[in-house]
């Protein structure tokens, strides 16, 4: 006889079987795991408890399933997402259907959520992928990426010439700009001044407030680098960079007010923090996306092709509604299947 497993909504009295279990998926200590559970579902500042739903076996929990809430906005309209986050089963309950019944109750409850009106994969593949599929979620982008390539920081590295750590400094240029590298993000007077033509009415992007990069650059195990490009005391450029090794960084966010800025900026990253390897996803709608062969940056998907890589799984998309059809996939007379419809940045990403 096939065994009954409850599904219930996370509560605090399961949080220490649900870091134990999450040991399976996340490769770090329990006191790193206990860190990047609160600030990722408990001090969400979007979602007013943990968007999260476990399996139970009596009391024991065999399952956990949960939602990254972030805000977006499309023709001036705020709205939220639950973007796809941590699902893990434990190891002796697997194969028993635990994955698609869960993932179904999380949707019944998404569904009451009247200002939840999508949900976001950028993580997937493998067995997982299908799931989702099976369940509604469909393909909207690839999610492979442009990246730089330096041949010589990669033989420097191997000779040991390289230092590990970055400078935090200001560069004064010849053209009377200001490169600066610093660990912290703009303050808040600063963001807004450079949001002015940033937000495109017409497309779907994440919401630009002080309170959700504030909350989003917190994470408490990725390590950010903030680089600014400064004439007469503003800001005219930024690039937000993610390390995820030595050497190696990705693009996550970035605005320019004219392509000349931005330019200098990706010369002076390039430049002062001399990266190995330098990659960023071609998920979004932006300049670096459309004319990445200018700024030095080449497709992986050639690069995969060549190598005999396999491409990676797409970023997925689903309409929160239980019944899917045509209209449900609308958000503001916008069609968020279509990738023209969104403005994409890495920021925004379950595992940035």
């Not at 920081?153 to 600066?180: H, P, S």
Request: glycine share 6%; with cysteine.
């Amino acid at each position: 006889m096939d065994k009954i497993f409850k599904y219930v909504k996370y509560s605090n009295s399961y949080k220490l079987q649900v870091l134990d279990l999450l040991g399976e998926l996340w490769n770090f200590s329990k006191e790193d795991r206990a860190k990047y559970f609160l600030w990722k579902f408990e001090n969400n500042p979007f979602a007013k408890k943990p968007m999260a739903y476990i399996a139970l076996d009596g009391e024991k929990v065999v399952a956990f399933r949960g939602y990254l809430i972030q805000p977006f906005i499309i023709n001036q309209k705020e709205f939220l997402i639950a973007a796809l986050a941590d699902t893990v089963t434990h190891p002796e309950y697997r194969r028993q259907g635990i994955f698609e019944k869960l993932t179904e109750y999380s949707l019944q409850e998404l569904s009451l959520c009247n200002n939840i009106l999508a949900s976001t994969n950028s993580s997937s593949g493998g067995p997982t992928l299908n799931g989702y599929l099976k369940l509604g979620w469909q393909p909207l982008t690839e999610r492979d990426n442009v990246s730089y390539f330096s041949p010589i920081q990669f033989i420097k590295q191997r000779m040991g010439l390289n230092k590990e750590t970055i400078d935090i400094n200001k560069v004064e240029l010849k053209i009377g700009l200001i490169f600066e590298i610093s660990p912290y993000f703009i303050p808040e007077t600063f963001f807004i001044e450079i949001e002015g033509d940033r937000i495109n009415d017409s497309s779907i992007s994440h919401l630009f407030s002080h309170e959700f990069y504030q909350w989003r650059l917190g994470n408490p195990i990725a390590k950010y680098i903030y680089t600014y490009l400064w004439d007469s005391g503003r800001i005219k450029a930024y690039v937000i960079l993610k390390q995820y090794q030595f050497g190696k960084f990705e693009i996550i966010d970035f605005k320019f007010y004219e392509k000349k800025y931005f330019e200098i900026i990706l010369k002076q990253i390039k430049k002062q923090i001399k990266p190995i390897y330098l990659k960023m996803w071609i998920g979004g709608n932006n300049e670096l996306v459309h004319n990445y062969l200018r700024y030095g940056f080449l497709p992986m998907k050639i690069v995969k092709k060549i190598l005999f890589i396999k491409p990676t799984p797409p970023f997925l998309i689903r309409s929160t509604k239980l019944i899917q059809n045509e209209d449900s996939w609308f958000i503001e007379g916008v069609d968020m299947r279509f990738k023209r419809s969104w403005n994409l940045f890495k920021i925004i990403g379950d595992e940035t």
